[in-house]
């Protein structure tokens, strides 16, 4: 008999369970898939190209109904589970439908951070998480203004898919620079001189005190300084929290997040979590990657293959507004260690790179990425750099030209 396999949550992690679960049309499993959204997955990290009128909604989209129709996947779309019964092994939907299973995934995700300050309930106030929220932001066009509280990387894709809308954009920033988890301050300020040149106006150490309203919807964000900026639409683009909720009630073990074991199983031996809802030897997660590292060990579990889960070093490389940026490793300045600097202002290109002990520990480029790669290798393997190092930051075809010319 097929094992009934229920999956709550259609996002980026679950998706790729599924691809894995159905390569072969074997009726191993039998699967029935819930979420909340009133539809199945799509991939979550091309909103803002659908924000920025690059894409539509239709081209991110990864798993359609047919997909799920011929792989014989029943689906419950639009509607939230209730309860979880672990002795009786079944899922609960608040419509009333009660769902039997031998195994249960749960791939909640996470939650956007909303901070709790007076306002944060006023109509127009909305986080950037799922296509509603971008279509609201479509919405907005040259004759509004809207500001964005939050200057990392989804906040700050946010202002720019607006900003090419023609809205008139303010980000406001708590920190001295944006994307401090990603740049150091000198990449971050070129960073910021980037977002003027295209019209985003940008508050940093600002610290937001209270949303105002008009009629029950928002009007301005008044900041600690007194100032206040007008506002048809605030974007709260902070963080997120994962999901734990129904895991919880359940009562499964939990931290921050859903505890899970190598396996990807959890306090349960009949349930298992994979993507952000997760926590895994005290690491959360929330880059792609690491989601898709879970899926395929999640799977290969389920199908009784061994398989187990191991966090990797990570790097980051981004496009924003058409900037590229790429972080990696350790960059925080330190009295054991030494920075190599590369400046080219009239090209828009910064490199640094942190070395300790020989070695490269970190690395933050701005403007040309092309190399990154390399970097990152040399990162991960710990490589001693000592004969490497006054070509470094140049790359690797300038480090093989000045071997070769020691050489002859």
Known sequence: MSQKIVVIGAG???????DHLTEADDGVFDITLINAEPRGTYNRIMLSPVLAGEKTYEQIVTHDDVWYRDRGITCHFGTKVD????????????DGTQIAYDLLVIATGSNPFIIPMPGHDLEGVI?????EDTQKMMDMGPDN?????????LGLEAA??????????????????????QLDPEAGALLRASLEEKGISVCLEAQSQKILGRDGKVSALKLADGTEL???????????????GIGQKAGLETGRGIKVDDQMRTSDPDIFAIGECTEHQGAIFGLVAPLFDQAKVLADTLKGQAA???QKSLSTKLKVTGCDLFSAGDFEAGETREDIVLRDPSRGVYRRLVLEDNKLVGAVFYGDTSESSWVFNLI???TDVTNLRDALVFGPAFVEHSAELEQS
């Open 12 to 18: 980026m992690a679950s998706g790729r369970l599924l």
């Open 83 to 94: 309860d979880i019964d672990r002795t009786a092994k079944v899922v609960s939907l608040i």
């Open 127 to 131: 986080a950037y998480r799922d296509l």
């Open 145 to 153: 203004q809207v500001v964005v509280i939050g200057g990392g990387l």
């Open 160 to 181: 720019a898919g607006m900003a090419l809308r023609g809205v008139d954009v303010t980000v406001v920033h708590l920190m001295g620079h944006l994307m401090e988890r």
């Open 230 to 244: 007008p506002c048809d639409l605030l974007v709260m683009a902070v963080g997120i929290r994962p999901n734990v």
């Open 308 to 310: 187990e889960f191991k």
């Open 380 to 382: 991960q393997e710990g």
